[in-house]
């Protein structure tokens, strides 16, 4: 079992900048690729971006390629989404996925946290 918390949601201006952070704790974890994907009201739940379980290979969607950096430190198990450049369309609640292969379904996550709100204003 592997447990994630996200933290850093907010309110922020467009062009703004946040930094989403994601806590893990249970299982190795260096064993699990992990993903960031995020849902809008009355929206499905798309994919943002993940990173391999060593952190040296990424993949974005082409919506936040650019903006959004995904980044993780094994030595703390937190995998960090710094996004900047941000849109009012990038309003969601974020959530932070863990498995032992990286993909970009949200089928192919075991595990998930419970979300963080980001909110950017026009």
């Known amino acids: 079992q592997v447990k994630l918390v996200e933290s850093g949601g907010g309110l922020v201006q467009a062009g703004g900048s946040l930094r989403l952070s994601c806590a893990a704790s249970?299982?190795?974890?260096?064993?699990?690729?992990m993903g960031w994907f995020r849902q809008a009201p009355g929206k499905e739940r798309e994919f943002v971006a993940t990173?391999?379980?060593?952190?040296?290979?990424?993949y974005y969607a082409d919506s936040v390629k650019g903006r959004f950096t995904i980044s993780r430190d094994n030595a703390k198990n937190t995998v960090y989404l710094q996004m900047i450049s941000l849109k009012p369309e990038d309003t969601a609640a974020y959530y932070c996925?863990?498995?032992?292969?990286?993909?970009?379904?949200?089928?192919?996550?075991?595990?998930w946290g419970q979300g963080t709100q980001v909110t950017v204003s026009s």
């Open positions: 996925a863990a498995d032992r292969l990286a993909g970009s379904s949200v089928h192919e996550y075991e595990y």
């Open positions: 249970g299982r190795t974890f260096t064993s699990y690729a």
């Open positions: 990173i391999s379980r060593s952190g040296g290979s990424t």
